[in-house]
C-alpha cells in the first residue's frame, strides 16, 4: 500500500479551525466529522455540506448563529459516538464522561471519575454489545461501564507493569494509557505506552494480547513481524513512548510513534509493520509546506504526532504544534501533486 500527502493544513494558536478542520479532529463510523478544542473547552460537529460548524457544546457560545449546548466541559480529550446524533465526550480537566445529544440539547453525567476513584481519564469506546471502555493514563488501569454509567469490571491493579504473552482480565497490568480506540472486529486496542506496544481487549474471551511492540524501546522492526519492532522513547517527555493509535476498515492498526517522528502501520492480515510517514532524522521541523515537487510521506519532519484518526481512506496525523497532514491511500507507487491542496493562515 502506498500513501501520497492529500493536504496539509497549518494551524496557528489563535486560530484552530480551518476549512472545517481541527487540530483535534475525530470521524465517527456515520462519516460525520467533529472538533474538539482541547485548550478552550469545546467540542463541535461540522456540517459534511459546507464544512461549517453546525452544533457546538461547552461552557460558553462559540457562534452566535451555531446551535449551542451547555455543559461544563474542561478540557475535553475524546469523542465517540452512540447513534446519529448523540456523542460522548470526555473530559478531563474534571475527570467527567458527558453524553450529549446534540440535537435535542440532552446532556447527561454519564460517569463522574473522582465517584469511582479514577486518577484521570483518557479516551472512552463503546465495544458492539454497548459497553463502554475508559482508560486511565497514569492510573494504568481500563474501566468498562454499562450503559447506566455503572462499573462493570477493572483490568490493571493501578501499578505499572507489563506481561509479554496473553494475560486474563484480572491479571493483566499497564504502565501509561495514551490512547484507546475500538476496532472494526469489536475488539478495544489499547496503547500501553510506556511498555512501548500495542495490546487487544477481547471482550469476549476476557483475554489481553500484545498485537505490537516487543516492550522495549528504540526503532527496529520494519519489516517483519509487529509484536518484534520497538517504538521510540525520550526519558525528557513528560509523556513518553508513542501517543496515538487509530485503526481502519480492514483492523489494519496505526501508530503514532511520537518520538520516533513516525507513522507506523501494522498490516492485519500478515501482522507486518512498516513506517508509513516521517522520519527519525529531524532537519527542519518548521516547514511542511508542499512544494511544486512530489513530497514523500517519508520526508515529513513530524515533530510530535499526536491523536491520529482515520476515515474514508484518509488519515490525519496531527501535531502538538498545530500542523495537520492529511494522506490517503494509492495504488500507485509514485507521489503525484496533483489533487493535493493547501491551507495556510
Request: hydrophobic fraction near 35%; aromatic fraction near 10%.
Amino acid at each position: 500500500m502506498c500513501w501520497t500527502i492529500e493536504r496539509i493544513i497549518h494551524f496557528s494558536n489563535e486560530q484552530k479551525i480551518i476549512d472545517g478542520y481541527c487540530h483535534f479532529g475525530f470521524h465517527d463510523q456515520y462519516g460525520n466529522q467533529y472538533i474538539l478544542d482541547h485548550d478552550h473547552h469545546w467540542i463541535g460537529g461540522i456540517d459534511k455540506d459546507s464544512g461549517q460548524l453546525y452544533w457546538t457544546a461547552g461552557q460558553k457560545t462559540q457562534e452566535a448563529w451555531v446551535r449551542h449546548v451547555h455543559v461544563d466541559l474542561l478540557n475535553p480529550t475524546y469523542l465517540s459516538t452512540i447513534d446519529k446524533e448523540t456523542v460522548v465526550v470526555v473530559s478531563s480537566g474534571n475527570k467527567k464522561i458527558f453524553k450529549i445529544n446534540f440535537i435535542i440539547g440532552y446532556v447527561e453525567l454519564l460517569i463522574d471519575g473522582e465517584k469511582w476513584g479514577l486518577k484521570d481519564i483518557g479516551n472512552c469506546e463503546y465495544d458492539p454489545s454497548g459497553f463502554l471502555w475508559v482508560n486511565e493514563v497514569t492510573g494504568c488501569r481500563v474501566h468498562k461501564f454499562n450503559l447506566d454509567g455503572e462499573r462493570i469490571i477493572i483490568l490493571g491493579n493501578g501499578e505499572p507493569g507489563f506481561q509479554e504473552g496473553t494475560v486474563s482480565f484480572e491479571n493483566v497490568q499497564f504502565n501509561w494509557i495514551y490512547d484507546l480506540r475500538r476496532g472494526p472486529d469489536g475488539n478495544i486496542y489499547v496503547l500501553d505506552s510506556k511498555n512501548y506496544c500495542v495490546r487487544m481487549i477481547n471482550p469476549i474471551s476476557g483475554e489481553v494480547e500484545r498485537v505490537a511492540g516487543n516492550g522495549k524501546s528504540g526503532y527496529s522492526g520494519d519489516g517483519g513481524l509487529a509484536i518484534h519492532a520497538t517504538f521510540g522513547s525520550n526519558y525528557a517527555e513528560q509523556f513518553d513512548g508513542p501517543w496515538s493509535l487509530s485503526l481502519d476498515e480492514e483492523g489494519n492498526l496505526y501508530i503514532g510513534d511520537t518520538q520516533n517522528h513516525v507513522v507506523r502501520m501494522v498490516d492485519r492480515k500478515t501482522g507486518i509493520i512498516s513506517t508509513i510517514a516521517g522520519t527519525n532524522q529531524l532537519t527542519d521541523v518548521t516547514n511542511h509546506s508542499p512544494s511544486s515537487e512530489p513530497i514523500n510521506p517519508l520526508e515529513l519532519q513530524l515533530l510530535r504526532i499526536c491523536s491520529l484518526d482515520y476515515a474514508d481512506s484518509l488519515l490525519f496525523i496531527p501535531e502538538w504544534n498545530g500542523d495537520l497532514i492529511v494522506l490517503g491511500k494509492s495504488p500507485n507507487k509514485l507521489h503525484p501533486t496533483e489533487n493535493r491542496k493547501s491551507s495556510k493562515n
